[in-house]
């Protein structure tokens, strides 16, 4: 079953415990720099929105990735084999939310696997239960008419679902 991280931009303050997390869980380092998880910040409307690896259905990276680098997991999650990727950044160039994130060290590009090594799961999600912002998805909690009235509150388009566009406030 395919898993992702939903966000809720509204309830996101800002705190970067997620990217702290992330790169705590993938890197031993304390350095947002290295998360696989971003927090855009936008002025007017003033708001925060965590990006994050939406494991697309049809994910355009796979199919751009000239080395065959990006693949999806057996969690539903689209990541880089390291061992192959050759820092190209198509896979970011194409990214309907500009999800993959480059390693500052090794140019190669990074998304989310939903820390399939890690047994509390996503480290970001259980850093941000304060907040809220963050929690996992298996498509039985979250109706897709919650995630699309969440998509049309900030005024974007929700990826990683098939056949799901934004609507306008209120035109569910």
């Known amino acids: ?12 303050t800002a705190c970067h415990r997620c990217e702290i997390a992330c790169a705590m869980a993938h890197h031993g380092s304390c350095r947002p720099e290295l998360a696989r998880i971003r927090i855009h910040r936008f002025e007017n409307p003033a708001y925060n929105v965590p990006v994050v690896c939406m494991a697309c259905e049809d994910a355009p990276c796979i199919k751009v990735c000239p080395v065959n680098a990006r693949v999806r997991e057996v969690n539903g999650s689209v990541v880089t084999n390291t061992n192959r990727c050759i820092g190209c950044r198509a896979c970011v160039y194409i990214c309907p939310v500009a999800s993959p994130a480059v390693n500052p060290f ?7 696997d939903l820390c399939m090594d890690q047994e509390d799961g ?3 999600v259980v850093a941000c239960r304060v907040d809220g912002a963050l929690w996992i998805d298996d498509g039985d909690r979250c109706s897709l008419q919650s ?8 005024r974007s388009v929700l990826y990683g679902a098939p056949r799901v566009r934004a609507h306008k406030k209120g035109h569910l």
């Open 1 to 12: 079953m395919t898993k992702w991280i939903v966000t809720d931009p509204q309830k996101c």
């Open 106 to 112: 090794t140019g190669q590009t990074m998304t989310c």
């Open 122 to 124: 996503p480290w970001c």
């Open 147 to 154: 995630a699309r009235a969440q998509a049309g509150r900030v």
